[in-house]
């Protein structure tokens, strides 16, 4: 499966992701392209490092996010890309995209949804005063962090977490639930029934 990901900031899931490709853990997916919203991203710098096409575009080049998506998705169509990890890309995906892929774009949040959606997972769970907090791997649908749900792992909040050391908790269970959410997809292993999504033994 020809997939490109999306991402915003540092890519450290990015970064995870291809580690895992690397590793022989995933065996159909293979990493085409990143794309940045940012011009200086460092992901973009860890795509150029392991030999990935990257590109960048501003939305604000643009006179409107559907003619921005439509940008996108023209180097989307060219590289024969079949679907888009979503890995700290901070907007939300417009109609034009989610109708280019569907049931074909996955993210990454960093808290158990459907609690603490939105920008501010780990802070959040934080303040609101969640004992478990987590990660979740979900479909991409036309809401903030709502799609269904492939993949979730917990962890702990100690009572002297910061929002940062939550943070860190968090990531590395993010590292591990995003390969194995792409291995599924990329193998054809992901059925969605209504909300739930139910993997399959063999791509049958
Ligand atoms: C992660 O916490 C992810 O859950 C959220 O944005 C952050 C991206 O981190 N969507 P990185 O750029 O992958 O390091």
Redesign the pocket.
Known sequence: MRLAVF????????KALVDARRDGRLPEAEFVLCFSDKTNAP?LDIAREAGIETLHFSPKDFASREEYEKAVLKHLEAEKIEGIC????MRLVGSTLLEAFPNRIL????ALLPSFPGLH??RDALEYGAKVSG?TVHFVDGGVDTGPIVVQRAVPVLDDDTEETL?AR??EQ?HQAYPEAVDLLSRGLLRIEGRRVVRLRSAD
């Open positions: 991402a915003s900031g540092r890519g450290s899931n990015f992901v979503l890995a700290g890309y993210n990454i949040h960093p997972g780990q990660c943070a968090i990531v993010e």
